[in-house]
């Protein structure tokens, strides 16, 4: 697989059903060869545009009157990408749009096949604190003009895609997904199968957590701190949502915590001379320790409960 594409959807609010927005990004041995982005008229239903996801993309309803419908748009993905695989930053929550945008439309979910960049920079760049696009793209000196644009982030997921092949020597995608030992995502029949690094020890619920959980959600078995305030949510609220998803809340950061969630911060809720909190100040120092702690912002965190739906 010397060729893939790199896909990106926004959407026009919390359901995946709404895609607002696209970016492909065409790659042949190793090189960009074509680009092609567009605004999406949401499907009937899905259609509205909430105002925290016109805050991050500042595209709204005007914006997409006159786009070309979810049909559409499909057809012409399937033009452009034709039988290679997609990759995507946490491609779960893009390869989750496009099906159930499908879904939506009345029209059958695509068999496709995708790599996710996040899972893969977490094995090729470790010690890495945030794996937020930007961060990860900041951090390889690659210029990402206005995160949020679908074109400028599949630009974005593909040069890094790129930088890891380089950096690991691999001349196709699957020689690169053998190296770190992860699994290629796919879809069929409707079936979703996760891209994920097959090395890590089986993640189980907590005692009060849901044991049902779906254990391929991106909560499932883990230990989640919060610092600072969520927009739109309680904490409590968000406490219950990753309890149903098989995970638990600790008040405070600990080598046991694998996940830190960096809300809203308010100036007054700093120490004085501060720039960050206590929280977010201990899971640096554990990470540059040995302890794999990851740091996600609200954003990152309502994309992946959208995911885990």
């Given at each position: 697989m010397t060729s893939w594409v790199a896909i990106d959807f926004e959407t026009a609010n919390a359901v995946r059903a709404s895609p607002c927005s696209v970016g492909l990004v065409k790659v042949k041995e190793g090189q960009i060869v074509e680009e092609w982005s567009s605004l999406i008229k949401p499907p009937p239903g899905y259609d509205h545009f909430d105002a925290f996801n016109v805050r991050i993309h500042?595209?709204?309803?005007?914006?997409?009157?006159?786009?070309?419908?979810?049909?559409?748009?499909?057809?012409?993905?399937?033009q452009f990408a034709g039988d290679v695989p997609f990759v995507a930053h946490n491609a779960a929550f893009d390869i989750g749009v496009l099906a159930d945008a499908c879904r939506a439309s009345g029209l059958p979910v695509p068999d496709l096949r995708f790599a996710c960049t996040y899972v893969i920079a977490r094995r090729v760049w470790t010690g890495l604190l945030s794996y937020k696009?930007?961060?990860l793209a900041d951090a390889l000196g690659i210029e990402l003009p206005r995160h949020h644009d679908a074109g400028d982030d599949a630009r974005t997921a593909a040069q890094v895609m790129l930088a890891a092949q380089e950096q690991q020597r691999t001349a196709t995608l699957d020689e690169l997904l053998t190296v770190h030992r992860i699994q290629m995502g796919s879809s069929r029949g409707g079936v979703r199968q996760g891209c994920r690094y097959r090395g890590a020890a089986a993640r189980r619920p907590f005692p009060d957590a849901n044991p049902d959980a779906d254990p391929d959600n991106p909560f499932f078995g883990?230990?989640?701190?919060?610092?600072?305030s969520?927009?739109?949510?309680?904490?409590?609220?968000?406490?219950?949502?990753?309890?149903?998803?098989?995970?638990?809340?600790?008040?405070?950061?600990?080598?046991s915590v694998d996940l830190l969630v960096v809300a809203g911060i308010r100036p007054h809720q700093l120490a004085p001379g501060t720039t960050k909190t206590g929280k977010l100040a201990k899971a640096e120092r554990l990470r540059e320790s040995g302890h794999d702690i990851t740091v996600i912002d609200a954003e990152e965190f309502y994309e992946l409960l959208a995911v885990a739906v």
């Open positions: 500042g595209i709204t309803a005007n914006h997409v009157r006159d786009a070309p419908s979810w049909p559409d748009t499909l057809q012409r993905i399937a696009l930007p961060v883990l230990t989640v701190c919060f610092t600072g969520l927009p739109g949510l309680t904490r409590n609220t968000a406490a219950e949502r990753i309890a149903a998803l098989g995970a638990r809340t600790v008040p405070d950061v600990t080598k």
